[in-house]
């Protein structure tokens, strides 16, 4: 038998209909989450053709995107301030009740962003395919899932026949050598893989993360690398099952129980890459020399380290663009640039060891006069436990805005909006024009570095505060 | 959604690389429940001022873009978010077809599925394109060849199952419930 990668034994255990030169292969997706924005298209169509939903009990739904965090709109009874979300969020409620679907609603304790919940429920396990129609879904081959966003025409195929069209994807292997340096995170690895790769090198495959700095990382860091595979361009990014995936998802609600577990995890043993398989494309990159990192420009591939410059590439028009938008100038330092906003949340970094590294940081300080700092945990399991822990009060106590979970600040549809003009030292994963509003200034970074710039008020490389 | 065999049309040329989803519709405006009326969000940050007044520099805002169907990008075009309102706002606009180096993966999938035609060039074709702001081209699906005014004739790849979805004006899901049967199968075998 041949060599096979990761990527390869999850593909083949789930091809209904194989691929020949004319068709595309017929995959079964194992789970698939669903959310109020890139959903109601896709319940319109089932209406209109007359079809059910094939598999409500692989189907996850929640509300994340549009969703407010603002504690009295969800459990004060304050109506939603934007009415077309409120729209939204009631079309949802309607069509789970139509088509017979669960639906993790607005008050309910496990609700929280998609890709947070999927891991947190135990849903998201090892060698399952795993789609929604959200490009972040990367995040879920933390766990050695097939995971992929979709566009909502084909969440509709998904809702209708558990199945997609899909040809077998490249196989591009990262390996990250080494250990990370204390007081880097994962955020700053992905950033500088970003940097190095750039936002398309991974076009057309499928990422997997392997080496002993990736062995070495908790569930929340290797989630938070797999989720921005997307910003390189490689729709899924996929880390090996081992222990620390097994102990992770053990005794979660919808994790396999029992004699169950013991005959899944014998199972999942079997799914890492086998030595001698090969890969289309490998980079390798030495985690030790990964410093924090920050990015300068409108794209998670114009990415500096904290301490580092804004390069010069004079005659780059669209650079000097995407400059001109961040008013920053070539060759300039970013550290010290004063900032407005400070925004820790996102499915890149709102789990709890995020909100403990921006707490750390944060406790017995204060945000600078000036910054509005606004943390946003990552599902109502998170706030709980963040508040049980004592995190969220030094949050409130440092003069931060502690707020429900969701989406939020990252993509602003909920009104969670950055001012124009204004800088936003952010730990989520995209710093495109006008992503977090109209005119605002996105410089992606790790929540240690988002509280360090907090508290000074300015960018600022956390390792000051953690010594 | 609308059958495909010849485009022909003049270009409209963005030529910045990586424009993202988020440019092509900005969140704001993906509240709705509908796929309808899209266009008028369709590049709304660059298109339009604060006050909704459109900007005179920019190239949609231009009279000779009127009645294009045809859009030549920079490099990686339709990175980012997986929102599907990109290319409806392209198509309600009234694009029938992008032109690039490269085209962002879900974004290029998202266009199959709804009649927007994904076509990657070379660097030179493109570099000949982006020069050649409103040239008249046509892009002949069922040859799958871009003809330049200059009567250059540049073959680009797509498969031939998208291709006939395209040409016929049918989508993909038809076909999956044509395999109800081996679904089932599957299901009790592996699930």
Known sequence: MSAKTLLEKVWERHVVVPETPDTPAVLYVDLHLTHEVTSPQAFSVLRSRGLKVRRPDRTLVTMDHSTPTDTAQIFGGKPITLESAAKQIRQLERNCADFGLDLIGLQDSRRGIVHVIGPELGATQPGKTIVCGDSHTSTHGAFGALAFGIGTTEVGYVLATQCLLQRKPKTLAIEVTDRLAPGVSAKDLVLAIIGRIGVNGGTGYVIEYRGTAIEALSMDERMTVCNMSIEAGARAGMVAPDETTFAYLQGR???????????????????????????????RLDAAAVEPMISYGTHPGMVIPVSGRVPELPGDAVFARSLEYMGLEPGEALQDKPVQVVFVGSCTNARLSDLEAAARVLAGRRVAPGVRMLVVPGSQQIKR?????????????????????????????????????????????????????????????????AAATAVRGRVSDPREFLN | ??????????????????????????????????REGLGAALFADWRYEADGRPKAGFVLNRPEARGCQVL????????????????????DYGFRAVISTEIADIFRSNSLKNGLLPVVVDEATHGWLVAHPGAEVEIDLPGAVLRLPDGRAVHFLVEAFSRYCLMNGIDELGYLLSHADAIDAYERRAV
């Open chain 2, 1 to 34: 959604m609308e059958p495909i065999n010849v485009i022909r049309s003049r270009t409209v040329v963005l030529p910045s690389s990586n424009i993202d989803t988020d440019q092509i519709i900005p969140a704001r405006f993906l509240t709705t429940t509908t």
């Open chain 1, 253 to 283: 609600p919808r994790a396999p129980q029992g004699d169950a577990w013991e005959r899944a995890v014998a199972d999942w043993r079997t799914l890492p890459t086998d030595e001698g398989a090969r890969f289309d494309l490998a980079v």
């Open chain 2, 72 to 91: 030549v990008a920079g490099r990686n075009i339709g990175c980012g978010s997986s929102r599907e309102h990109a290319p409806w706002a392209l198509l």
């Open chain 1, 385 to 449: 436990e963040a508040e049980e822990r004592g995190y969220a009060k030094v949050f409130t106590d440092a003069g931060a805005e502690w707020r429900e979970s969701g989406c939020s600040m990252c993509l602003g549809m909920n009104g969670d909006l950055v001012p124009q003009g204004q800088y936003c030292v952010s730990t989520s994963n995209r710093n495109f024009e006008g992503r977090q509003g109209i005119g605002a200034r996105t410089l992606l970074a790790s929540p240690a570095t």
